[in-house]
């Protein structure tokens, strides 16, 4: 009876094999064309039912103004006309700007209010640390109680690079050209065009150049859209660090433990970090991208409600780690776990960035803003200075240690450098972990393995191992082809500048 049942077993288990590998073999190819990402999609598709977000586009964009506004001119100081014709065009479009008949700005309050022909008004307000805060609509109030977050870190300017804003001045190695090093900053700073705010270059941790535009300097709090996808991913690299989380467990979602049978229990947290966790939205990158309804992609940063709660409650559009769509679901919802685990554990959540991450890299003036429920908007609405962004980045050219202390935990920055097998199957090799783009191929000009923290609006923190280099580039949203093609000629003359590790 045992043979028997021995022999039925492997029977089973070899036929379960070959229906695998028959399923396997049917999954289409992918060169990463739009018409082939989408055929590959529809193979593994679990849900077509798409319910697109409540309200009005145009209600939606300019909440997105008012809040654009309100953070250029009281986080980063800017000019107001400047900021309304530069600033923000992601959650903003320009041309839907034009509908806005009147602009009021409270220096007092510091709030913004926008009116609308049809009498709607939709504002925002800087509401200490937790920064500009767009109001739900009808509403001019948020939905807590705002804090003032403070750094725990010395004055700025009796401390040593990175911990302060002092640089030594040091002789710098030999093999080190100098003349090529400026000629390469002045070359990355582009034309007036390319509007940039900040360009910093570290290299062997060091400062070893850096520029800025008009009204700012190392300490000016800058828009960096999705490179906040980047620093929500370090942060939850922080707790798995500190044992709240593992990297593969199944993400402890509350809203998916309700039904025993949820597809979305078998989500990871690592998937979901790799943008690969399957959830339905519609989102801009999408190459099925439907213009006809107002993105989701772009609701979770305008539309007012719990936007941890809304995301939770997506559906699954695929199995997770199959398809990899760069949708802002995931960051939202790596925030969520974020805020469940600090509040877990009896502690404060809006001051959590600052002491378990911003006082050990030395940074002072970063600050992350939230829904009207004081849910961080991970995926891009994180203000730093061009400088605390190289610190950021420094602390992933050196595997998360810093000052001796481990940071992040072992193998993490190799997760976050490494391309996402959903991606990689899906033809467009571009995408890794923690929220970090890749580029892991050399290619014909010769260009080394780097991986990166990418904005809308030709933001980016680049770290380059086997030249020990971090670049970061910050600019006005209009800048951004020309900063990026400014951007792009400067990193082979950088390269030429430092001799290689």
Same mark, same amino acid.
């Given at each position: 009876?045992?043979?028997?049942?021995?022999?039925?077993?492997?029977?089973?288990?070899?036929?379960?094999?070959?229906?695998?590998?028959?399923?396997?073999?049917?999954?289409?190819?992918?060169?990463?064309?739009?018409?082939?990402?989408?055929?590959?999609?529809?193979?593994?598709?679990?849900?077509?039912?798409?319910?697109?977000?409540?309200?009005?586009?145009?209600?939606?964009?300019?909440?997105?103004?008012?809040?654009?506004?309100?953070?250029?001119?009281?986080?980063?100081?800017?000019?107001?006309?400047?900021?309304?014709?530069?600033?923000?065009?992601?959650?903003?479009?320009?041309?839907?700007?034009?509908?806005?008949?009147?602009?009021?700005?409270?220096?007092?309050?510091?709030?913004?209010?926008?009116?609308?022909?049809?009498?709607?008004?939709?504002?925002?307000?800087?509401?200490?640390?937790?920064?500009?805060?767009?109001?739900?609509?009808?509403?001019?109030?948020?939905?807590?109680?705002?804090?003032?977050?403070?750094?725990?870190?010395?004055?700025?300017?009796?401390?040593?690079?990175?911990?302060?804003?002092?640089? /030594? @001045? #040091?002789?710098?190695?030999? *093999? %080190?050209? !100098?003349?090529?090093?400026? =000629?390469? +900053?002045?070359?990355?700073? &582009? /034309? @007036? #065009?390319?509007?940039?705010? *900040? %360009?910093? !270059?570290?290299?062997?941790? =060091?400062? +070893?150049?850096?520029?800025? &535009?008009?009204?700012?300097?190392?300490?000016?709090? %800058?828009?960096?859209?999705?490179?906040?996808?980047? +620093?929500?991913?370090?942060?939850?690299?922080?707790?798995?660090?500190?044992?709240?989380?593992?990297?593969?467990?199944?993400?402890?979602?509350?809203?998916?433990?309700?039904?025993?049978?949820?597809?979305?229990?078998?989500?990871?947290?690592?998937?979901?970090?790799?943008?690969?966790?399957?959830?339905?939205?519609?989102?801009?990158?999408?190459?099925?991208?439907?213009?006809?309804?107002?993105?989701?992609?772009?609701?979770?940063?305008?539309?007012?409600?719990?936007?941890?709660?809304?995301?939770?409650?997506?559906?699954?559009?695929?199995?997770?780690?199959?398809?990899?769509?760069?949708?802002?679901?995931?960051?939202?919802?790596?925030?969520?776990?974020?805020?469940?685990?600090?509040?877990?554990?009896?502690?404060?959540?809006?001051?959590?960035?600052?002491?378990?991450?911003?006082?050990?890299?030395?940074?002072?003036?970063?600050?992350?803003?939230?829904?009207?429920?004081?849910?961080?908007?991970?995926?891009?609405?994180?203000?730093?200075?061009?400088?605390?962004?190289?610190?950021?980045?420094?602390?992933?050219?050196?595997?998360?240690?810093?000052?001796?202390?481990?940071?992040?935990?072992?193998?993490?920055?190799?997760?976050?450098?490494?391309?996402?097998?959903?991606?990689?199957?899906?033809?467009?090799?571009?995408?890794?972990?923690?929220?970090?783009?890749?580029?892991?191929?050399?290619?014909?000009?010769?260009?080394?393995?780097?991986?990166?923290?990418?904005?809308?609006?030709?933001?980016?923190?680049?770290?380059?191992?086997?030249?020990?280099?971090?670049?970061?580039?910050?600019?006005?949203?209009?800048?951004?082809?020309?900063?990026?093609?400014?951007?792009?000629?400067?990193?082979?003359?950088?390269?030429?500048?430092?001799?290689?590790?």
């Amino acid at each position: 009876m045992v043979k028997i049942n021995r022999t039925i077993r492997r029977l089973l288990l070899a036929l379960g094999l070959a229906l695998a590998s028959s399923v396997i073999a049917q999954v289409p190819d992918s060169d990463g064309t739009p018409e082939s990402l989408n055929t590959r999609a529809d193979f593994f598709r679990l849900d077509k039912t798409y319910i697109p977000p409540p309200g009005e586009a145009l209600h939606h964009h300019t909440a997105g103004f008012a809040k654009i506004l309100c953070s250029a001119v009281f986080i980063t100081g800017l000019d107001a006309a400047d900021a309304t014709a530069n600033m923000g065009g992601f959650i903003s479009p320009f041309d839907q700007r034009r509908y806005v008949t009147d602009i009021r700005i409270d220096r007092v309050r510091e709030e913004v209010s926008l009116v609308l022909p049809d009498g709607v008004v939709r504002s925002a307000r800087r509401y200490d640390s937790q920064g500009c805060i767009a109001h739900p609509l009808g509403e001019t109030a948020i939905n807590f109680n705002s804090s003032v977050v403070e750094t725990q870190l010395p004055l700025a300017h009796s401390a040593i690079w990175p911990m302060g804003d002092v640089v /030594p @001045d #040091e002789p710098w190695p030999g *093999g %080190l050209d !100098v003349e090529k090093v400026q =000629r390469a +900053l002045d070359t990355g700073f &582009g /034309p @007036d #065009e390319a509007q940039t705010l *900040g %360009l910093v !270059v570290t290299w062997k941790g =060091r400062l +070893l150049g850096e520029r800025y &535009g008009s009204k700012v300097d190392i300490h000016t709090p %800058l828009e960096s859209w999705s490179m906040t996808k980047s +620093l929500t991913g370090t942060l939850m690299g922080v707790l798995i660090k500190q044992g709240e989380y593992q990297l593969w467990q199944k993400a402890p979602i509350p809203e998916w433990q309700v039904d025993p049978n949820d597809p979305r229990q078998a989500i990871r947290i690592g998937d979901i970090m790799r943008m690969s966790s399957g959830i339905m939205i519609n989102a801009p990158s999408d190459p099925d991208y439907d213009t006809s309804t107002y993105a989701d992609h772009f609701y979770l940063y305008t539309g007012g409600v719990n936007q941890y709660h809304y995301a939770a409650t997506r559906p699954a559009e695929y199995p997770p780690n199959t398809v990899g769509r760069y949708r802002n679901t995931d960051p939202v919802l790596t925030s969520y776990l974020i805020r469940l685990a600090v509040e877990g554990r009896g502690e404060d959540y809006h001051s959590f960035p600052q002491r378990a991450l911003f006082d050990k890299l030395g940074i002072r003036n970063g600050l992350i803003e939230t829904d009207p429920y004081g849910n961080f908007l991970g995926q891009g609405l994180a203000f730093m200075s061009a400088r605390d962004w190289a610190r950021l980045g420094n602390l992933y050219l050196q595997d998360g240690l810093w000052n001796g202390e481990r940071i992040l935990p072992e193998g993490y920055v190799k997760y976050a450098s490494t391309t996402a097998p959903a991606w990689e199957s899906d033809g467009r090799p571009v995408y890794g972990g923690a929220f970090f783009w890749v580029d892991n191929e050399v290619g014909d000009d010769g260009m080394p393995k780097m991986f990166s923290m990418r904005g809308a609006g030709g933001q980016s923190t680049t770290i380059i191992p086997s030249h020990e280099m971090v670049i970061v580039r910050i600019g006005k949203y209009t800048g951004a082809s020309a900063g990026s093609q400014a951007l792009t000629e400067m990193i082979p003359m950088l390269l030429k500048a430092v001799p290689q590790k």
